[in-house]
């Protein structure tokens, strides 16, 4: 037989002693150290806003034999004749241990300095994908891309400014931060003056993680966490610009080009006023115009420029003609054939067609013209087994002849190469 429970009336005062009780009890909990489930997450400082140490007087550990990766070069020349490049180095691949280091050449580019500028930012924050321009101001600028890891999801874009380039150790400006995102190519001086520089963003999301196994960094899950990012910023080949010579960057607009992946954009200002946008994509080279200034961007898809997918050079000489260095291999997903075009009718058409270095594995160039419209354009070769920079300089006939027919065109100059 089930008998029922028999009702147990509580006074007053037993109430109270179990309100009493529980209340302290609950007090108790909230007062004693959480568990480890239940630990307070902890703040970590944002490693890859902070401004990277600028190394004027690099030692014998930044120096070629030290290296086993070195690409993605870029090159100035200065008034007077003196030369600089910059390049990515350190580690053996993309990664958190790559720098920037700065050479000079005081010879027409027939030899070259050691290290004179290094941009190695402390920890597992890298620096890469620099390149250099000199301002209409005589000035020479240096930008990189700065981020966590290798991509963070957010990156971000930094500056520093010599008012002396000539000189063969030149002093700089203090490291500014301009935007989120990277960058690779020179800006564009517009005929309003207005100053456009292409901004882009990795197309995958941070890669902290992949990057913390393959490397053993042994960094927690917590802290890869608190250095990836979402920027928020839009998508896109964007573009910033400055009206007041540099002291302030903002964001002007961003062309959507189908399958641009990487960018690695570039603009040229066409005759008629309007801004042509080159794009790097999975399909070759796309494009956009602007008839704004560089506000919006329409007319986007392929350029019928044919390309396999990486890095391409183009800009206005002096002469007026465009001049594009770019891949023409045989099989359109190879690296090789680096060559230099010209257009006379902005980039309708192209002419000539000087083969600078056949070679597999040569790729991403970038040039400057001088005063005397002797051209230079600067390249790597084999990022992890040559591991050379190299250099070749010519001029508008070589181009249009399709052979060195001038007395100072000169074809795979060794800048560096770097390994025992």
Same mark, same amino acid.
């Not at 040229?268 to 790097?280: A, F, I, T």
């Not at 190299?390 to 002849?401: R, S, V």
């Given at each position: 037989?089930?008998?029922?429970? +028999?009702?147990? #009336?509580?006074?007053?005062?037993?109430?109270?002693?179990?309100?009493?009780? @529980?209340?302290?009890?609950?007090?108790?909990?909230? +007062?004693?150290?959480?568990?480890?489930?239940?630990? $307070?997450?902890?703040?970590?400082?944002?490693?890859? @806003? +902070?401004?990277?140490?600028?190394?004027?007087?690099?030692?014998?550990?930044?120096?070629?034999?030290?290296?086993?990766?070195?690409?993605?070069?870029?090159?100035?020349?200065?008034?007077?004749?003196?030369?600089?490049?910059?390049?990515?180095?350190?580690?053996?691949? *993309?990664?958190?241990?790559?720098?920037?280091?700065?050479? $000079?050449?005081?010879?027409?580019?027939?030899?070259?300095?050691?290290?004179?500028?290094?941009?190695?930012?402390?920890?597992?924050?890298?620096?890469?994908?620099?390149?250099?321009?000199?301002?209409?101001?005589?000035?020479?600028?240096?930008?990189?891309?700065?981020?966590?890891?290798?991509?963070?999801?957010?990156?971000?874009?930094?500056?520093?400014?010599?008012?002396?380039?000539?000189? #063969?150790?030149?002093?700089?400006?203090?490291?500014? !931060?301009?935007?989120?995102?990277?960058?690779?190519?020179?800006?564009?001086? %517009?005929?309003?003056?207005?100053?456009?520089?292409?901004?882009?963003?990795?197309?995958?999301?941070?890669?902290?993680? $992949?990057?913390? /196994?393959?490397? +053993? @960094?042994?960094?927690?899950? #917590?802290?890869?966490?608190?250095?990836?990012? /979402?920027?928020?910023?839009?998508?896109?080949?964007?573009?910033? !610009?400055?009206? /007041?010579?540099?002291?302030?960057?903002?964001?002007?607009?961003?062309?959507?080009?189908?399958?641009?992946?990487?960018? #690695?954009?570039?603009?040229?200002?066409? !005759?008629?006023?309007? %801004?042509?946008?080159?794009?790097?994509?999975?399909?070759?080279?796309?494009?956009?115009?602007?008839?704004?200034?560089?506000?919006?961007?329409?007319?986007?898809?392929?350029?019928?420029?044919?390309?396999?997918?990486?890095?391409?050079?183009?800009? !206005?000489?002096?002469?007026?003609?465009?001049?594009?260095?770019?891949?023409?291999?045989?099989?359109?997903?190879?690296?090789?054939?680096?060559?230099?075009?010209?257009?006379?009718?902005?980039?309708?058409?192209?002419?000539?067609?000087?083969?600078?270095?056949?070679?597999?594995?040569?790729?991403?160039?970038?040039?400057?013209?001088?005063?005397?419209?002797?051209?230079?354009?600067i390249y790597d070769y084999g990022r992890t087994t040559e591991a050379e920079i190299l250099i070749a300089t010519f001029g *508008?006939?070589?181009?249009?002849?399709?052979?060195?027919?001038?007395?100072?065109?000169?074809?795979?100059?060794?800048?560096?190469?770097?390994?025992?």
């Amino acid at each position: 037989m089930i008998r029922a429970a +028999q009702s147990v #009336e509580l006074s007053p005062f037993m109430i109270h002693l179990i309100l009493v009780a @529980l209340v302290s009890i609950v007090v108790a909990q909230a +007062q004693a150290p959480p568990s480890a489930s239940a630990a $307070t997450p902890r703040t970590y400082p944002d490693f890859a @806003l +902070q401004a990277a140490p600028i190394n004027a007087s690099p030692g014998p550990e930044y120096g070629s034999s030290t290296r086993v990766y070195q690409g993605v070069p870029g090159i100035e020349r200065t008034a007077s004749g003196r030369m600089w490049a910059v390049w990515t180095g350190g580690g053996t691949a *993309e990664g958190p241990l790559n720098y920037v280091l700065l050479v $000079t050449s005081g010879d027409d580019g027939s030899s070259w300095s050691q290290p004179r500028l290094v941009i190695d930012p402390p920890g597992n924050v890298l620096a890469w994908d620099s390149f250099l321009w000199i301002d209409p101001l005589g000035r020479l600028w240096l930008f990189w891309t700065q981020a966590y890891g290798r991509w963070d999801g957010r990156g971000g874009v930094w500056t520093i400014v010599s008012d002396n380039p000539d000189m #063969e150790q030149p002093t700089w400006s203090t490291p500014r !931060r301009l935007s989120d995102g990277m960058v690779q190519n020179k800006p564009t001086v %517009l005929s309003t003056g207005e100053w456009l520089l292409p901004v882009w963003f990795w197309p995958s999301p941070c890669d902290l993680a $992949t990057y913390n /196994d393959r490397l +053993q @960094l042994g960094l927690t899950a #917590e802290f890869v966490k608190s250095q990836c990012h /979402d920027s928020g910023d839009p998508p896109g080949s964007m573009v910033y !610009r400055s009206a /007041d010579q540099g002291k302030t960057w903002a964001l002007l607009g961003a062309a959507q080009v189908q399958d641009a992946g990487i960018d #690695e954009h570039m603009i040229v200002e066409r !005759r008629d006023g309007s %801004l042509w946008m080159l794009v790097r994509t999975f399909y070759g080279i796309g494009q956009a115009v602007s008839t704004d200034r560089g506000k919006s961007w329409g007319q986007t898809g392929p350029s019928g420029i044919r390309h396999p997918w990486s890095r391409f050079f183009i800009r !206005r000489l002096k002469s007026g003609r465009l001049m594009m260095v770019r891949h023409n291999p045989p099989s359109i997903g190879v690296r090789s054939h680096l060559t230099a075009y010209l257009s006379d009718d902005d980039g309708r058409s192209w002419l000539g067609g000087l083969l600078l270095d056949e070679r597999s594995g040569v790729s991403y160039p970038d040039g400057v013209e001088a005063a005397n419209g002797r051209i230079y354009v600067i390249y790597d070769y084999g990022r992890t087994t040559e591991a050379e920079i190299l250099i070749a300089t010519f001029g *508008e006939e070589d181009i249009q002849q399709g052979a060195c027919v001038t007395a100072d065109c000169r074809l795979k100059l060794l800048v560096n190469k770097a390994g025992p």
